[in-house]
């Protein structure tokens, strides 16, 4: 996100780094000033401090592993309040990076929304695609629809609500897999079909003429019964040696 307008006026907007990661934020006021704070992170790439344009603090922020608020580090401008806990933050973004919506307590994280109280994601995980779909269930990282990190919320960072940081290779090699496999189903249940065919009833089989060469081809037409680009050899031999 780049802006947040309420009412048709900018309210506030966000910079970013060529690489994605969210730097600072302008607020606009109501009497048209504006104010600049700028973002820490820790190597979870959670938020753990925003400051102003003279280098203060003007709100710190501590988690729990499953991004719950750890409210003993929560400290300035966006430090809980009692009477009021659904006012509107400071600064939006913090565990994992992601936004916090203060009236749903939750995160969105892309593709779902992530609940730090419950430690999971509110909603199901997945595809579209039936084989990606089905691939989810089967893979041992995934195989709780609605887990955060795959269990392991202190080394995994999630990037959209699919997948996470460590095991990014291992979710794209599962689609690529999954794409693989819808995009040439036809061709494998042939395939397979083919292969029962062989072992289940070889006697059903069209017999296998030899190949012959054109010469033979034009001499001997190929009988109604024979298969489409085979012809009995002639009188002279028992197979062809020669393939078209």
């Given at each position: 996100m780049l802006d947040e307008e309420d009412g048709g006026k900018v309210t506030k907007s966000f910079q970013y780094s060529p690489w994605g990661q969210r730097l600072s934020q302008v607020t606009y006021k109501a009497d048209g000033s504006t104010e600049d704070a700028y973002y820490s992170y820790n190597a979870h790439t959670?938020?753990?401090q925003v400051t102003d344009s003279g280098g203060d603090t003007k709100a710190t922020y501590g988690y729990t592993a499953y991004g719950d608020d750890d409210d003993a580090h929560f400290t300035g401008i966006d430090k809980?309040?009692?009477a009021d806990p659904t006012k509107e933050p400071y600064d939006p973004y913090r565990f994992n990076g992601k936004r916090w919506d203060p009236d749903s307590q939750s995160y969105d994280m892309g593709f779902r929304d992530y609940s730090p109280g419950l430690n999971r994601f509110l909603s199901r995980d997945s595809y579209n695609g039936a084989l990606d779909d089905l691939n989810l269930?089967?893979?041992?990282?995934?195989g709780s629809r609605y887990?955060?990190?795959g269990g392991n919320p202190i080394s995994a960072v999630e990037f959209d609500g699919h997948?996470?940081?460590w095991a990014q290779k291992v979710c794209d090699a599962a689609s690529t897999a999954g794409n693989w496999v819808s995009e040439n189903g036809s061709a494998l249940a042939e395939t397979a079909a083919g292969a029962a065919l062989t072992m289940l009833a070889p006697e059903s089989r069209t017999p296998a003429w030899p190949?012959?060469?054109?010469a033979e081809r034009s001499a001997s037409p190929a009988p109604a019964a024979s298969p489409a680009g085979r012809w009995p050899?002639?009188?002279?031999?028992?197979?062809?040696?020669?393939r078209p």
């Amino acid at each position: 996100m780049l802006d947040e307008e309420d009412g048709g006026k900018v309210t506030k907007s966000f910079q970013y780094s060529p690489w994605g990661q969210r730097l600072s934020q302008v607020t606009y006021k109501a009497d048209g000033s504006t104010e600049d704070a700028y973002y820490s992170y820790n190597a979870h790439t959670d938020v753990e401090q925003v400051t102003d344009s003279g280098g203060d603090t003007k709100a710190t922020y501590g988690y729990t592993a499953y991004g719950d608020d750890d409210d003993a580090h929560f400290t300035g401008i966006d430090k809980p309040d009692v009477a009021d806990p659904t006012k509107e933050p400071y600064d939006p973004y913090r565990f994992n990076g992601k936004r916090w919506d203060p009236d749903s307590q939750s995160y969105d994280m892309g593709f779902r929304d992530y609940s730090p109280g419950l430690n999971r994601f509110l909603s199901r995980d997945s595809y579209n695609g039936a084989l990606d779909d089905l691939n989810l269930s089967v893979n041992p990282w995934t195989g709780s629809r609605y887990s955060f990190g795959g269990g392991n919320p202190i080394s995994a960072v999630e990037f959209d609500g699919h997948c996470w940081s460590w095991a990014q290779k291992v979710c794209d090699a599962a689609s690529t897999a999954g794409n693989w496999v819808s995009e040439n189903g036809s061709a494998l249940a042939e395939t397979a079909a083919g292969a029962a065919l062989t072992m289940l009833a070889p006697e059903s089989r069209t017999p296998a003429w030899p190949r012959c060469s054109a010469a033979e081809r034009s001499a001997s037409p190929a009988p109604a019964a024979s298969p489409a680009g085979r012809w009995p050899c002639s009188a002279a031999r028992s197979r062809c040696s020669a393939r078209p």
